[in-house]
């Protein structure tokens, strides 16, 4: 099993770009969440998807959005990239959003820069 | 409010000697806690976790934690480092629910 993939690994945006970060995990969990991690900060919620079809705005949302595709997949869109986004995204996933006791795998992150 | 406070920013000990990271919590129920690494460039790594039960939690590579609820805490331990486990440290709470809240992280050098 691979567990939680990411692509890309790193991107380097223009303000104002806009590009899909992919997320993918073969474990069969039901939800999926999308993190960043800024320096001194730890990781902060982005969006979450407790199950297939269904999305939820986590901590930080603004500029972004996130598409649950199936049970697998689970992208995030930055439709116009503000240098304030730079961080490294973490996609994880858990096996069953509402039972407390389910723990997160991670994904190793994507680097993004924006200048 | 629900937090996970992580005093220690960076903690430096020399290989062999042992290791306490410390971890507060702010929650008003029983906790789920969690003790993540990260290894340079990489992504998390559970190491333990805590739900119920023995207040002394095992993990992986030697590691354990211990609850004290009369103090919040949720402290990691480990009695022998290695080179190896130089990485950065991460708390986290599940408050009864699905969204995970980290601490800030304590980054975890090893003297030779």
């Known amino acids: 099993n691979a567990g939680v993939t990411q692509t890309p690994k790193f991107q380097v945006l223009k303000t104002g770009q806009s590009m899909t970060l992919q997320c993918a995990q073969d474990?069969?969990?039901?939800?999926m969440y999308w993190y960043r991690q800024d320096p001194g900060m730890g990781l902060r919620l982005i969006y979450y998807?407790?199950?297939?079809?269904?999305?939820d705005k986590g901590e930080v949302p603004n500029g972004y959005n996130v598409s649950r595709l199936n049970k697998r997949e689970f992208s995030l869109r930055l439709e116009s990239a503000a240098p304030s986004q730079t961080s490294v995204y973490f996609c994880?996933?858990?096996?069953?959003?509402?039972?407390?006791?389910?723990?997160?795998?991670f994904g190793p992150g994507t680097r993004l820069t924006v200048t | 409010a629900q937090s996970v406070t992580q005093p220690d920013i960076h903690i430096t000990v020399s290989e062999g000697a042992s290791l306490e990271l410390r971890c507060n919590y702010s929650y008003g129920a029983t906790p789920y806690l969690f003790w993540y690494v990260q290894s340079p460039g990489q992504g998390l790594q559970l190491l333990l976790k805590y739900f119920s039960g023995d207040t002394l939690v095992q993990g992986i590579k030697g590691f354990e934690a211990e609850f004290k609820r009369s103090q919040s805490s949720f402290n990691l331990r480990k009695p022998s480092v290695h080179w190896s486990d130089a990485a950065e440290y991460f708390c986290a709470l599940l408050p009864g629910s699905y969204k995970l809240i980290f601490g800030s992280g304590t980054r975890l050098l090893v003297r030779p």
């Open positions: 474990m069969n969990h039901n939800s």
């Open positions: 998807s407790a199950s297939e079809g269904t999305t």
């Open positions: 994880a996933s858990s096996e069953a959003g509402y039972r407390a006791s389910s723990e997160q795998y």
